[in-house]
């Protein structure tokens, strides 16, 4: 029976284990997350969603603070064209973030930046460039593009010296916008290096709309795999959403895929971004605990814990501090649907957004709880502790259970003096 050890994905002379962690932002997929998938020989995601805010938090920057200094007049304003990011200051928090990770890697594996077009940050071209250019000046091995369809992302570094060197990947939902990509980058004459091939029980934002669970995974790679091989093009093809055991993996690896994608198993390690009591979330969720809504003002549906404490919170939009997600003139879904209950409650105290939310705020603060259709079964990859919680996984745990399991069991963790 074969199992994921058996496969290598292959860049060029470099030889991987082909397990890659997904990006989760804010700082979700963490630096020690990445650096120990690199160590283990896979490949790690950071990501650079409200990388200002990572710096702060990490490194003890303070460009949130000094942002909403300069725009604090604006705060009263639902007119926010005039918030904009410093460039200088977005290269310096990049740098800092990708790279004091890279210089801190070990071993054989690579760490790759996610970046999410749909952080169009009130300026979304110059920003984009800004971001990609600063990860590849700060070392980064590879970058992948996500959450929109990038059709114009390559060309923005174009001119960059490690644009040929440094591995750039895609995340696709479809045969149909993958050729959508290939088609308008034909000028660069620069194939991605890797496709992401996202199916619809991912977590964060979906390529799909609210029937996502009209479609399937191994079908959208099929004809992934059946468009590349008509163009004869030759490009490593990665299986991700739902892909919960070794078992699962294997599958995709003997379907045609190079390697898989995973992140919602790796939520509830110790190396993982979220805080402990939020862990806690993930791990007792049930299945009608998780669903897809519209809140996030990107326009894009978002799979994420009912109980998100985000979901239904009418806090005043806070761009002048962060403003990730306002478009080229400045705004945002979130802030028309905030003015609106403003108006029908002009003396309200606290109001209730049902609609959208302030994404960037909750996201900053853990409240939105965003997570694989798999969540409900992450109960059944630890053990129970004696005061009834969960017991946290290392990061290797998880990795190493994936690469070595086969028919479809999951190991459990060592026990610690605690479950004992
Ligand atoms: C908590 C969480 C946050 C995520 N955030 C992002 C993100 O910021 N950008 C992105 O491209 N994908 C994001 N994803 C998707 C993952 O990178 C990955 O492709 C997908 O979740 C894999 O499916 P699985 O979670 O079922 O293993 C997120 C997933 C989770 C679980």
């Known amino acids: 029976m074969k199992r994921v050890e058996d496969f290598r994905l292959h860049f060029g002379k470099q030889e991987l284990v082909p397990i890659v962690i997904g990006g989760m932002g804010v700082d979700i997929s963490t630096a020690e ?34 942002k909403l200094k300069q725009y604090k007049h604006n705060v009263a304003s639902s007119d926010k064209s005039s918030v904009q990011f410093c460039l200088p200051t977005l290269e310096e928090a990049t740098r800092n973030h990708v790279g004091r990770t890279m210089e801190a890697k070990k071993g054989s594996g690579m760490i790759f930046i996610n970046c999410m077009e749909k952080l169009t940050m009130n300026a979304p071209r110059d920003t984009l460039r800004m971001r990609l250019t600063a990860a590849l000046d700060a070392g980064i091995d590879g970058i992948t593009l996500s959450a929109g369809l ?21 995340i696709v939902s479809s045969a149909r916008a993958l050729a959508m990509f290939l ?15 996202e199916g619809p029980l991912a977590g964060g934002h979906l390529g799909f709309g609210l029937d996502w669970a009209k479609y399937d995974l191994a079908t959208i790679m099929a004809e992934v795999l059946a468009y590349l091989k008509s163009e004869h093009i030759d490009i490593p093809v990665i299986a991700a959403g739902g892909i919960f055991t070794g078992s699962d993996a294997t599958a995709f690896l003997e379907q045609g895929a190079a390697a898989v994608q995973v992140a919602t198993r790796f939520t509830v390690t110790v190396e993982c971004g979220l805080p402990d009591k939020i862990k806690q979330e993930y791990f007792k969720a049930s299945e009608d605990d998780i669903e897809v809504n519209t809140i ?8 994420m814990l009912k109980g998100s404490p985000g979901i239904g919170s009418g806090i005043r939009p806070n761009c002048e501090a962060y403003g990730y997600l306002l478009d080229a003139n400045g705004n945002c879904a979130y802030i028309d649907a905030w003015n609106r209950e403003v108006a029908l409650h002009p003396t309200a105290k606290k109001l209730s957004v049902k609609d959208k939310t302030c994404l960037c705020t909750h996201m900053r603060n853990f409240d939105i709880w965003t997570c694989g259709q798999t969540t409900y079964r992450l ?3 630890t053990r129970t502790l004696p005061d009834g919680s969960y017991q946290v996984l290392s990061a290797e745990h998880v990795f190493h259970d994936y690469q070595f399991s086969t028919g479809q069991k999951i190991a459990l963790p060592a026990l610690t003096a605690m479950s004992a």
Do not use: C, W
């Not at 992302?153 to 990947?169: C, Q, V």
């Not at 996030?296 to 799979?303: F, Q």
């Open 296 to 303: 996030s003002p990107t326009g894009y549906p978002m799979r």
């Open 150 to 170: 990038h059709l114009g992302s390559f060309a923005l570094i174009e001119d960059h010296p490690r644009f040929r060197d440094a591995k750039l990947g895609i």
């Open 33 to 66: 997350l990445a650096l120990e998938v690199a160590r283990l020989g896979g490949i790690g995601h950071i990501s650079d969603a409200m990388v200002q805010t990572v710096s702060d938090t990490r490194f003890d920057t303070k460009f949130v603070s000094a």
């Open 379 to 381: 109960k059944d990859t």
């Open 183 to 197: 088609r308008k980058n034909t000028r660069l004459n620069r194939l991605p290096d890797y496709i992401v091939v």
